[in-house]
């Protein structure tokens, strides 16, 4: 498997733990390339690769993930960063909706007839009825 836990939320990977000790009980083994902060409870043996040759192995009580994360895996590049990033002012808004002479008809029961409808900033409005 490869970075199988990208993406999942935390309790969609306790469930995919769940289910690698299932499958490691049942005699089979489980092979998954990832990063070293993502490995589930049920690996029991890591190996450290790098450009496609195991550089370090160690059993999961011995592994820290500090022992193989660089610190150059980290790097951000600051201006690509801020280049990304909205630095213009939010615009201000005086009406989010507005509607003007609205009809809402459904067959031949007229809901709404001619009314004007506004939802300011902050504020929400809300139609009920049968």
């Given amino acids: 498997m490869d970075s199988p836990l990208t993406g999942l939320d935390v309790q969609t990977r306790q469930e995919f733990n769940t289910i690698i000790e299932g499958i490691t ?25 790098k450009n496609g040759a195991i550089i370090n192995t160690f059993s999961k009580a011995d592994f820290k993930p500090e022992m193989v994360a660089s610190p150059d895996d980290d790097v951000i590049d600051k ?14 808004y005086h009406q989010i909706v507005s ?6 008809k459904y067959s031949d029961n007229v809901i709404l007839n001619n009314v004007n409808w506004q939802v300011n900033p902050r504020r929400s409005l809300g139609l009920a009825g049968p």
């Fill in 99 to 104: 509607m003007n002479k609205l009809n809402v």
């Fill in 79 to 92: 201006g690509e960063l801020r280049s990304l990033l909205n630095t213009h002012e939010a615009m201000t």
């Fill in 25 to 49: 009980e049942s005699g089979i083994s489980v092979v998954m390339a990832t990063s070293p902060y993502e490995i589930p409870d049920a690996i029991t043996n890591i190996a450290v690769l």
